[in-house]
């Protein structure tokens, strides 16, 4: 988690937490169902990671589905590693068609929030991030 994107709230504060306490040391479904809590509310990171959870099946069966599912939420809700996930979906064909397009656009978005990744997949695309 980059410290200097996360605007300082509660929501962030419990990611922190769980991450510390839960995913550090293993108990990834702890982990889960604290970071779905938030997640159920809205909270951007939260649904990102809970999109990343059901990625991998850390803690929860992994359900390339529902991880699609997080991870577009977070996008549409202006996190920028979950742009970048959601981008790296569409690129790689996970969960979704192929869709170029639709790849560019999310690294775009997340390039514009300074994702460093994003920044250079934009350049690799040729996609001009002003």
């Given at each position: 988690m980059?410290?200097?994107y996360y605007?300082?709230?509660m929501e962030l504060d419990i990611c922190k937490e769980l991450i510390t306490k839960y995913f550090e040391t293993k108990q990834y479904e702890k982990c889960f169902e604290g970071h779905l809590e938030l997640a159920s509310k809205g909270y951007p990171l939260a649904e990102c990671q809970i999109g990343y959870f059901?990625?991998?099946g850390l803690g929860v069966d992994k359900d390339v589905s529902k991880?699609?599912?997080w991870t577009e939420r977070s996008a549409n809700h202006g996190d920028r590693d979950g742009q970048y996930n959601l981008a790296w979906f569409y690129e790689e064909g996970i969960g979704v068609e192929s869709d170029m397009e639709k790849a560019q656009y999310w690294y775009k978005q997340?390039?514009?929030?300074?994702?460093?990744?994003?920044?250079?997949?934009?350049?690799?695309?040729?996609?001009?991030?002003?």
């Open positions: 980059a410290d200097n605007k300082p709230c059901y990625l991998e991880a699609l599912y997340s390039a514009l929030q300074s994702h460093n990744l994003a920044i250079e997949k934009c350049k690799k695309f040729g996609i001009i991030v002003d």
